[in-house]
């Protein structure tokens, strides 16, 4: 990491303190994090290409940096079953998970039934657990599963991402008022908007009403037929 790199990364630091304050707006601030995000990856790819050409005369400072890049994984700690009992087996606290996970699924087709190709069976059997809130580590809820999908699934999400979001662009079917989902926008931006209009209510002595709904596992368990039609 050079000096540039690390004088536009503390430049960010102080944009988004600047943002917070007020006197650095959003557009500003989003534009310098990208800028920031594009120098990291053009340093790290330049960093990986110059360590694959010194490889065979360097070999020592390529495997220090394949193993920064692994990342030591930590055993599930002790979970709550249904019963409300802390279990500590591998064994028990597979099978909590495994009725928490499972829970969220609403598809009627089993493994058995669906279609995955019998190369890449091995593969979907091997799942990493996240942990979603570091201090409520003994609640299963909190865990979430993250499976591995295949080159070819990715390359086929991409062809139909670049083709749906071009439809949609084109037809404008996303209202300017969708931020979830929508390229260049996100729960942040919503929130801005949102506080906007709230500040602006409550300059005018207008009532301000607000109801907050928190769904666990709300898209994974929720009709997303309902979801697209809605």
């Given at each position: 990491m050079n000096k540039e790199l690390l004088d536009k990364l503390k430049?960010?630091?102080e944009a988004?303190?600047?943002?917070?304050?007020?006197?650095?707006?959003?557009e500003e601030?989003?534009?310098?994090?990208?800028?920031?995000?594009?120098e990291v990856r053009k340093a790290k790819a330049y960093q990986e290409l110059n360590l694959e050409r010194d490889v065979k005369g360097n070999k020592k400072d390529f495997s220090k940096y394949i193993g920064d890049k692994r990342k030591a994984r930590e055993n599930v700690g002790p979970l709550l079953n249904e019963a409300g009992d802390l279990v500590t087996q591998d064994m028990e606290k597979a099978e909590v998970l495994n009725t928490v996970f499972a829970s969220v699924f609403t598809s009627k087709t089993s493994l058995q039934e669906s279609q995955v190709p019998e190369t890449r069976q091995?593969?979907?059997?091997?799942?990493d657990v996240s942990l979603v809130e570091e201090d409520q580590k003994e609640d299963p809820g909190n865990y979430r599963l993250d499976s591995f999908t295949s080159i070819a699934g990715k390359v086929m999400e991409q062809l139909i991402l670049e083709t749906t979001s071009k439809h949609?662009?084109?037809k404008k079917v996303i209202k300017s008022s969708q931020h979830g989902f929508a390229m260049g926008k996100s729960c942040l931006t919503k929130l801005i908007n949102v506080y906007?209009?709230?500040s602006g209510l409550v300059d005018e002595e207008r009532a301000v009403d607000i109801v907050y709904l928190d769904f666990?596992?709300?898209?994974?368990?929720?009709s997303l037929s309902w979801v697209w039609l809605g």
């Amino acid at each position: 990491m050079n000096k540039e790199l690390l004088d536009k990364l503390k430049h960010k630091k102080e944009a988004y303190r600047g943002w917070k304050q007020g006197w650095v707006t959003w557009e500003e601030y989003r534009d310098i994090v990208q800028a920031c995000r594009d120098e990291v990856r053009k340093a790290k790819a330049y960093q990986e290409l110059n360590l694959e050409r010194d490889v065979k005369g360097n070999k020592k400072d390529f495997s220090k940096y394949i193993g920064d890049k692994r990342k030591a994984r930590e055993n599930v700690g002790p979970l709550l079953n249904e019963a409300g009992d802390l279990v500590t087996q591998d064994m028990e606290k597979a099978e909590v998970l495994n009725t928490v996970f499972a829970s969220v699924f609403t598809s009627k087709t089993s493994l058995q039934e669906s279609q995955v190709p019998e190369t890449r069976q091995k593969d979907w059997s091997k799942e990493d657990v996240s942990l979603v809130e570091e201090d409520q580590k003994e609640d299963p809820g909190n865990y979430r599963l993250d499976s591995f999908t295949s080159i070819a699934g990715k390359v086929m999400e991409q062809l139909i991402l670049e083709t749906t979001s071009k439809h949609i662009k084109d037809k404008k079917v996303i209202k300017s008022s969708q931020h979830g989902f929508a390229m260049g926008k996100s729960c942040l931006t919503k929130l801005i908007n949102v506080y906007d209009e709230m500040s602006g209510l409550v300059d005018e002595e207008r009532a301000v009403d607000i109801v907050y709904l928190d769904f666990r596992k709300a898209f994974d368990t929720v009709s997303l037929s309902w979801v697209w039609l809605g």
